[in-house]
């Protein structure tokens, strides 16, 4: 028998809540959906990370790289959302937060931290358990703090390689004319080297780990060497104490790996672009790289 309000307005009556078809999903946890049921979604942020997100992510990063952001999320997400409950998120509580990060940290922090969020949600969706995204919506901020563009001049750059010793003027050819990151150069053995001109890089280094790949698929290739450049590199040859083929060319004071390879070299260039004390900064932050004392000045 129709009810009053079906007679009224010629649609069925909106049903009663015990009357809701199966599949629906109300906002307990464990309803069934569509012949499925969700997981249980009160779990906390922090437990679904550790035991759902980490291992089923670090199969596709390699293990340096699973470290870095790995460590990232700890510091950036962890730490301010672990004892959160994983279905009491929203997008506001998500967007005030990268909000807030894009006052205080650059534009890839910002960007990276956006990132993980929208996959851990993405990966407690596709694992059930959660029906909705609280991340669908999630913005990059517009106000990023602006990226030091500066640069060097080229009166600038030539003080700073006719001031400096060998070694260290070569560290910076290399970098400058090769554009070889960090990992990469201070990998480079003397077998790397033909005596000619070209550089074969075959390895790369991470935190004292010598590693047989590079950041991307074409970072291992042969690299092409100037005629001046190569001539350089065959003096500093002569100069070294080992010049075994399995010996480093820029070692450290033992003969090995040198420490904190990239966050000195990054200093070096942060100092560099204030553009004052460049020479003074270069002098010393470039020794402290292969944990070797300073040079004076080559006179050739």
């Known amino acids: 028998m129709e009810s009053m309000e079906s007679h009224k307005t010629g649609f069925p009556p909106f049903p009663h809540l015990l009357e809701i078809p199966a599949g629906i999903p109300t906002l307990q946890t464990g309803q069934n959906l569509a012949d499925r049921t969700l997981k249980d979604g009160s779990v906390t942020f922090e437990w679904f990370v550790r035991n759902r997100y980490f291992p089923q992510r670090k199969g596709d ?42 006052l205080r940290y650059s534009q890839d922090r910002v960007k ?12 407690a969706i596709e694992q059930e358990f959660l029906v909705k995204d609280p991340t669908r ?9 602006p990226k030091d563009k500066r640069i060097l001049r080229w009166d600038q750059m030539w003080m700073i390689l006719t001031e400096t010793a060998r070694r260290d003027r070569l560290l910076l050819m290399l970098d400058m004319t090769e554009a070889l ?21 075959s390895e790369t280094v991470y ?8 950041k991307t698929p074409g970072s291992l290739s042969k690299v092409h060497l100037p ?3 190569a ?11 080992s010049r075994s083929p399995e010996a480093f060319i820029f070692p450290n004071a033992d003969g090995g790996l040198p420490d904190s390879v990239q966050e000195i070299v990054g200093s070096m260039y942060a100092m560099l672009q ?23 000045s080559p006179s050739n």
Not at 207 to 214: A, K, L, Q
Not at 281 to 292: E, F, M, R, S
């Open 61 to 102: 990063w390699r293990p340096g790289t699973a470290k870095e952001k790995m460590a990232q999320i700890e510091i950036d997400l962890i730490a301010k959302f672990g004892e959160y409950p994983l279905d009491s998120f929203d997008g506001f509580t998500l967007q005030t937060h990268v909000n807030d990060f894009a």
């Open 112 to 123: 990276h931290a956006r990132s993980y969020l929208k996959s851990i949600f993405d990966e």
């Open 137 to 145: 919506k999630l913005k990059i901020p517009k106000n990023l703090r």
């Open 181 to 201: 990151r960090p990992s990469e150069l201070f990998a480079l053995r003397w077998r790397s080297f033909d005596d000619q001109n070209t550089l074969t890089i």
């Open 207 to 214: 935190r004292r780990t010598i590693r047989p790949f590079g």
């Open 227 to 229: 005629s001046g450049l």
């Open 231 to 241: 001539a350089e590199l065959r003096r500093w040859k002569l100069e070294c104490k």
């Open 274 to 296: 204030k553009g004052e004390d460049a020479k003074k900064g270069v002098l010393h932050l470039l020794p402290n790289a292969t944990d070797a004392p300073k040079e004076q």
